[in-house]
């Protein structure tokens, strides 16, 4: 008889520890949430510190680089200083 009794507290000691008996849902610990948002947080700066800097460095590039084709493309349209004279370049005398 005793073993059936122990038996029995332990199945309701399990049940208890198991299922929470009462009307209210267990609430989690406040302490992991504030944390896991502080991480959150830092890796969102992080992120957006990340993509300004390095769109911001492609930016720069790009505008270097349109600036470059834009001195290249005025060099081509302007004639050189040796052929503006309207001398041909044969000598025939």
């Known amino acids: 008889m005793n073993g059936s009794q122990a038996g029995a507290a332990a199945q309701a000691a399990w049940l208890s520890s198991c299922c929470n008996q009462s009307a209210s849902p267990p609430e989690p610990p406040e302490g992991p949430r504030a944390v896991q948002a ?48 309207g001398e041909d370049g044969d000598d025939d005398s």
């Open 38 to 85: 502080v991480v959150l947080g830092v890796l969102s700066l992080l992120v957006l510190c990340g993509v300004l800097f390095l769109g911001g460095g492609l930016l720069l590039r790009a505008q270097g680089l349109t600036a470059l084709l834009t001195r290249e493309q005025r060099a081509s349209r302007e004639p050189e200083p040796g052929s503006a004279s």
